[in-house]
């Protein structure tokens, strides 16, 4: 090691002057920063756009690895020794005396924690174990910088990051040293940060995080003892309350270390599955660690998923683990791909397995497609005044999502098939609508890619095919939906494919829009029309949900979807919760855009292809998956 301490900042501007006097080319200590706001001669790199979790992954990435520790320290933190040492010295002495895992100081004025105000538990140590402090003061190992760093940012890169760093603490906590020899103020308070402008969009990051690493997590039933109800175990401070109430009461105090390698794989797996993807790639440098898949551990990957079959994927349950592990078990591979980005990659080569190219198809609905222009009809608002009808009416089958038609200048006037996912919202106004019209007006055929239908009084679902195949009969319209003949359900194939997640996006100006983890029926219906032997399908009046933007109601649905099936908190209203839409985009455009008979509207292609959108997929292909099964 060339010197004991490195000191790293991130600041907007202009480093601290108190910190560049404090540590800037001294003896033991050098001093690196980087800026996001404006560019600065000395910084070690200019980051705008950045979030204050990605400043730390570049700082920890790029600094020469030729220190003992590694501080990082928030630019506007005042120190306040408290005995006679200056703040290096006193740091100095701190590591001397207990070669810590990682060494914070005690927290002072504009810290909110309930340890600052206790000037009691202050004065009976010179250094105590305080679990889960602030992360804008952490003294690092070298041993662990790949331990901690990167820093995870799929979550939002802000205090569920902080909360992570903390949790993956544990396995050291006796040698997490909070020295009582120095105070440290948080000096200036960004009201502007995302965690301070709204406390519970933080907390369900967090909420998320945790979600995500705690089945790696190993001493679980410690926490669950600890609850009254199961669902409490989701709740991200769960684990910080647990620690912090345990060290407190024992007044835990650190021990000094003589090792000069904290990762110690065995004393690490005592607290977590090493398994689990956080852990991925741990093994490598995190100054050379890919940040990406290249060619090399590209080919290997593509040559495994162009392998997966349809019937791989027809299941009920979640059958990406596995080919994960599969993929990830060959020695060949630099960099352990996640499940999130399998599924990525496997739409964007995959050619075989693909759910519209081994859909089992029925033969009438076949015949009567074959060589044929399809319009696909949807009631998005953005047709309203296009006069867009007399082409839709040109195709030579127009299938329609539903029957409800808003104005025919605008959505066309035919109805050649209807595509309804036959729910308790939109079966039954379905099937009325048939019975009450002419037996010439009716559609020629009826198709569904959902599988359940409606609740029954014991919790269990009744499916599609047991509610609707009898109605369909009386009204002598051929009923097309995805079940098998073994039970199996073709839909499960597509839903794996699309691989939909649960979560919340938050856009400007503070609104929020929850996805369930589902997609849309009329996007399985594209599918399921590609898998059949037609010569074009050009879309209209779909745009999902305005690319999934918070809107109203009367954006989401047209006047005649109100009209027929009553408005929001009514039986059959809107529904309040949107299915996913990122899921479905990035489909889209890994799969079906690819499929020369596939067309849409240029409307809709440029939401498709611009650039916020294209940062929003980005984020979420690193999204986990938490549901592991279908309905």
């Known amino acids: 090691m060339k010197k004991k301490l490195c ?76 005995r006679k040492l200056a703040v290096l010295e006193q740091i100095l002495e701190d590591l001397n005396d207990f ?5 914070t100081y005690y927290p002072g004025n504009g810290l909110i924690t309930p340890y600052a105000k206790n000037t009691a538990y202050y004065e009976s140590f010179d250094h105590s174990v305080i679990p889960f402090t602030h992360c804008g003061l952490k003294i690092v190992h070298h041993s662990l910088m790949n331990w901690f760093f990167p820093m995870v940012t799929r979550f939002g890169g802000g205090v569920d990051a902080c909360h992570l760093f903390n949790i993956l603490e544990i396995p050291f906590l006796k ?19 995302p965690h301070n402008q709204n406390g519970a969009w933080s907390k369900y990051r967090m909420d998320e ?61 005592k607290f977590f599955n090493l398994d689990h993807e956080r852990f991925y790639n741990i093994e490598q440098d995190y ?26 994927l027809l299941t009920d349950k979640d059958p990406w683990d596995n080919f994960v592990n599969d993929i990830n078990s060959d020695k060949k591979l630099k960099y352990k791909i996640t499940t999130s980005e399998c599924v990525d990659i496997y739409q964007k080569v995959n050619t075989k397995g693909l759910f519209k190219n081994c859909n089992k198809r029925n033969e009438e ?23 867009k009808g007399k082409l839709i009416d040109s195709y030579d089958v127009v299938v329609r999502i539903q029957h409800g038609i808003k104005n025919k200048d605008d959505y066309g006037s035919r109805s050649d098939i209807i595509q309804s996912c036959l729910n308790s919202n939109y079966g039954p106004p379905l099937v009325e609508h048939l019975f009450n019209i002419p037996k010439q007006e009716r559609p020629k055929f009826i198709i569904c890619n959902d599988t359940a239908s409606q609740l029954k009084r014991d919790g269990t679902w009744q499916f599609v095919d047991e509610v609707y195949e009898k109605p369909f009969q009386d009204l002598e319209i051929p009923f097309i939906y995805l079940k098998n003949s073994d039970g199996t359900w073709n839909r499960w194939v597509l839903y794996w494919e699309v691989y939909a997640k649960k979560h919340i996006e938050r856009f400007k100006g503070n609104k929020f829009t929850t996805y ?30 305005n690319t999934g933007i918070p809107q109203t109601n009367d954006q989401k649905y047209n006047s005649e979807y109100i009209k027929s099936y009553g408005a929001e908190g009514t039986p059959n209203g809107p529904d309040k919760i949107l299915h996913d839409q990122l899921s479905q985009m990035m489909h889209c455009k890994n799969v079906l855009l690819k499929d020369k008979r596939f067309k849409m509207d240029d409307h809709v292609l440029n939401l498709l292809n611009c650039k916020d959108l294209n940062n929003r997929i980005k984020k979420f292909i690193q999204l986990p998956k938490f549901k592991k099964d279908t309905r």
């Open 365 to 387: 609905l076949n015949n009567y497609l074959k060589d044929k222009r399809v319009a696909f009809v949807g009631p998005a608002p953005y047709l309203n005044g296009q006069g």
């Open 516 to 545: 369930s983890a589902n997609f849309n029926s009329g996007y399985g219906a594209l599918n399921m029309l590609l898998s059949y032997d037609i010569k074009e399908l050009a879309v209209f009046g779909l745009d999902f949900y």
């Open 99 to 103: 070669n810590p895992a990682v060494l």
């Open 287 to 312: 100054s050379n660690r890919p940040e990406k898949i290249d060619n090399h551990d590209f080919k290997i990957i593509k040559e495994y998923l162009e392998k997966i079959t349809f019937d791989d």
């Open 209 to 269: 995080m945790w979600k995500w690493i705690s089945p790696a997590f190993t001493k679980s039933n410690l926490l669950k003892m600890n609850i009254n109800h199961p669902s409490q175990f989701n709740d991200s401070l769960l684990i910080k309350n647990f620690f912090v109430d345990l060290f407190r009461r024992k007044k835990v105090t650190p021990e000094k270390s003589q090792t000069n390698n904290f990762y110690d794989v065995k004393r690490i797996a």
């Open 7 to 82: 000191v790293l900042q991130v600041t907007p501007s202009e480093p601290n002057s108190d910190h560049v006097e404090y540590f800037k080319n001294k003896e033991d200590c050098d001093f690196y920063f980087v800026t996001h706001d404006d560019e600065h001669q000395d910084a070690m790199e200019f980051c705008p756009n950045t979030t204050w979790v990605d400043t730390r992954n570049i700082l920890a990435k790029n600094v020469p690895k030729e220190y003992e520790y590694y501080a990082f320290v928030d630019y506007d933190y005042v120190f306040r020794p408290q």
């Open 175 to 193: 040698n997490v040293v909070c020295s009582h020899k120095m105070k440290y103020d948080n000096g200036v308070t960004d009201l502007e940060t």
